[in-house]
């Protein structure tokens, strides 16, 4: 239930429009009978949408530790950038004589890509992350289907991110989940198998979504490889390993990049994304139509590709997400992305240390960029659950972690602070973490008590969503 607003409501002066409509726009039943539109001051107009505005959570305003999805900080010259007018006023279907720039800029993130993921080949055109692990699936298929192999099997970890799973079966594979082992890694055992000449290829992060880094890749790779498979690479994590190793020195074959989760570009949430994928040559004839060329230093786009999958979107992809991503890899230089990743292993170790006496972390100590708390003793001794740590943490002006997830973690707290965040702010939310500890579970249920909306009974949410005021009102018997 929303608690009263900012400003009282007073009763509104409302100018009725009739809308009349045929038939053959609308069907019966389906139009309204009147438009009212309220008559307000301005300065009520502006007030209202202000503080709407203050209800949303963003980076802007304080920490968002969302684990596994890396909510990093989007620096404010990336944005003002991709709205100048070079960028914003072209047109896809321009002459590519007169979109050279943004070929240019295309191309050239093509390559820093290739270099930063140790591939021999990108294509930008997916338009987010799980866009870019379907589009993997699809270079999967089309490469065995080339060579005349019928593999329809995808080996998935149990730590991987829910999209691998849904990815591939999209792409028409059957997918076979793997256990992890006692340390958090691959099960060798399991892998071997589940390996099969069915095999198409293994979904892979690297570190997992535990925040642990598979110290037996080169295993992992070598058994996928032998099976006559593809290894694929996730690239949620990429964050954690950037300048000190690439994927491709691990011998996956396939990578896709989170441009939001590694180089700071706005992230999706429904809107504009971006999920390049990269592969190694003997992958570049799949990739999708057209490839940015350059040849004598002019760009074209080169669409004569027998073996590509075809396009997977509009264009090139999301130009202004990419020119985001650009602009950032392009300031930070190497050194200072190898230092992003530098910071955002220090403040995930520190955090963690700070939590590790009142919250249990399984699966060894040191961690990379994000870590996995457990809440069930919690639980046990007070009644309190993840569930409840989130909800409280919103009460203290702090976004809660991803909560429930890795699934074979009880009671998780999938936590990630970026390298973003300074340790005062750390140090706040360790403090904030440690209260909650303490409290008791009556205080804990009933959060959170000082936001917009109280808890929502998510279970009677699930069983009886209202989806619509027009499903609301039929659902209570009004026209």
């Known amino acids: 239930m929303f608690r009263q607003a900012v400003f009282p409501r007073r009763p509104l002066t409302t100018v009725d429009t009739m809308v009349t409509t045929g038939d ?49 900080y989007n620096p404010k010259y990336a944005d003002r950038i991709a709205s100048l007018a070079d960028a914003v006023d072209v047109h896809p279907y321009q002459p590519e004589g007169t979109v050279q720039g943004s070929l240019q800029i295309l191309h050239e993130m093509e390559k820093a890509l290739c270099a930063i993921g140790g591939v021999d080949a990108v294509t930008l055109q997916p338009a987010a992350g799980a866009h870019g692990e379907h589009t993997s699936m699809l270079i999967v298929r089309a490469f065995h289907r080339h060579h005349g192999q019928d593999r329809d099997e995808i080996i998935i970890p149990d730590s991987a991110h829910g999209t691998n799973p849904a990815s591939a079966a999209m792409a028409g594979f059957k997918v076979i989940e793997i256990p992890s082992s006692p340390d958090g890694c691959v099960d060798l055992e399991a892998l071997s198998s589940a390996l099969s000449e069915r095999t198409a290829a293994m979904m892979l992060t690297n570190p997992n979504t535990l925040g642990i880094f598979e110290r037996r890749i080169t295993q992992v ?33 396939i990578v896709h990049f989170n441009v939001h989760k590694t180089f700071a570009s706005p992230h999706g949430g429904g809107g504009p994304g971006a999920g390049p994928v990269g592969v190694k040559a003997f992958l570049e004839p799949f990739l999708p139509y057209p490839r940015v060329a350059c040849q004598d230093g002019v760009y074209r786009l080169d669409c004569d590709r027998p073996l590509s ?21 392009l300031r930070k230089g190497g050194d200072g992305l190898k230092q992003a990743s530098e910071r955002a292993v220090l403040n995930s170790n520190y955090l963690k240390e700070r939590l590790k006496g009142a919250y249990h972390i399984p699966f060894g100590d040191l961690k990379k960029h994000e870590f996995v708390a457990s809440a069930a003793a919690l639980k046990q001794s007070k009644g309190i659950k993840a569930m409840d740590v989130a909800k409280m943490m ?45 409290s008791d579970a009556e205080k804990a249920s009933s959060a959170p008590s000082s936001t917009a909306a109280s808890r929502v009974d998510e279970t009677k949410a699930a069983r009886d969503a209202v989806l619509s005021s027009r499903y609301r009102r039929r659902k209570e018997g009004n026209p």
């Open 309 to 329: 999958i075809g396009k997977v979107s509009s264009f090139q992809g999301n130009f202004g997400v990419l020119l985001r991503g650009y602009a950032y890899i």
């Open 394 to 438: 919103m009460d203290y002006g702090l976004h809660p972690p991803t909560v429930y997830f890795p699934m074979l973690v009880e009671e998780a707290l999938m936590i990630e602070p970026t390298e973003d965040e300074s340790k005062e702010t750390l140090d706040r939310m360790a403090d904030v973490l440690l209260a909650i500890a303490e």
């Open 24 to 72: 053959d726009l609308l069907p019966p039943g389906m139009a309204r009978g009147c438009i009212c539109l309220p008559e307000l001051p301005e300065s009520e107009v502006v007030r209202h949408f202000t503080a709407l505005s203050c209800m949303n959570f963003g980076t802007d305003n304080g920490p968002y530790p969302l684990g596994s999805c890396t909510m990093k």
């Open 221 to 253: 790779a070598e058994m996928v490889h032998s099976a006559g498979a593809l290894l694929y690479y996730d690239g949620a994590n990429l964050n954690a390993i950037m300048g000190y190793s690439t994927p491709g020195a691990m011998d996956f074959d």
